[in-house]
């Protein structure tokens, strides 16, 4: 479920998904967003677009960055 949409700082316009499992997937460096607050997000929906090589890809559990590795 998409539980932020804006900006923050070091990351341009984001959007974090809240996982089932408690992890927040924060999706950074976009210039369009294709989602909204409270919408569920399934396998292949598009999350939005950046126009630049680089996205921000953050994974948080309980405030507190973790290590993504045994989430990908």
């Known amino acids: 479920m998409v539980v932020f949409t804006g900006q923050k700082e070091g990351y341009g316009n984001i959007v974090i998904i809240q996982q089932t499992n408690g992890v927040d997937l924060w999706y950074g460096n976009l210039n369009t967003v294709n989602v909204n607050l409270y919408d569920y997000v399934e396998k292949d929906n598009i999350i939005g677009i950046s126009m630049s090589d680089n996205i921000y890809l953050t994974f948080v559990k309980d ?3 973790i290590d993504s590795v ?3």
């Open 63 to 65: 405030g507190k960055y």
């Open 70 to 72: 045994k989430y990908i």
